[in-house]
């Protein structure tokens, strides 16, 4: 009987590189892309802060969340990162074992603490594009996501590739929102 257990962690780090899309043998494709992972420390002598050392975790997506990734995350952004951890071991030629940490992604999104980001669901003929192993990119504007239900006419096609940033149409920034502090005291 097959064990079923799996052992999730949750990394918040920020993306060494853009996620990169490769292909298996068997041609279904997916992303993989790199999470540098810095703690902090609180020195009480100095009474200041400092950065541990860095650790780096490969990350692999499938499916919907592939494309996604591939779409969405850029280099040096901050994301947190929900995924299985398998640990591999294995004998060097010179007989030295060897561990590796392998992370497959069931969630990631970008960590809102020093930015923000905007959610856009994605549509069924991208959803039905990925389960064919032919991702398309979805890089329409957040309008074409206000119509009418069942209406896919809208659905882009081609590789599963980012936009360049010289294709993204010229957007002024949001405004800033002023937000009205409630004390909840009497």
Known sequence: ???????????HGNLVADPELRTTRDGATYTTFRVAVTSRQFLREENQFVDAETSY???????????????????GQP?????????NEWQTREGETRHEVRLTA????????????EFRKDTRPILDAVAAQQPQVDDRPAEAYDRPEGDDTVASSGPLVPPDEHDAPDEEPAPERAYEVVSASS
């Open 1 to 11: 009987m097959a064990n079923n257990n799996k052992t999730y962690v949750t990394i």
């Open 106 to 117: 069931e969630h990631m999104g970008h960590s809102l603490r020093l930015g923000r980001s």
């Open 57 to 75: 975790y490969s990350v692999t997506a499938f499916g919907a969340l592939a494309v996604n990734v591939l779409n969405c995350a850029k280099k």
């Open 79 to 87: 994301v947190i990162v929900h995924a299985a951890q398998t640990i």
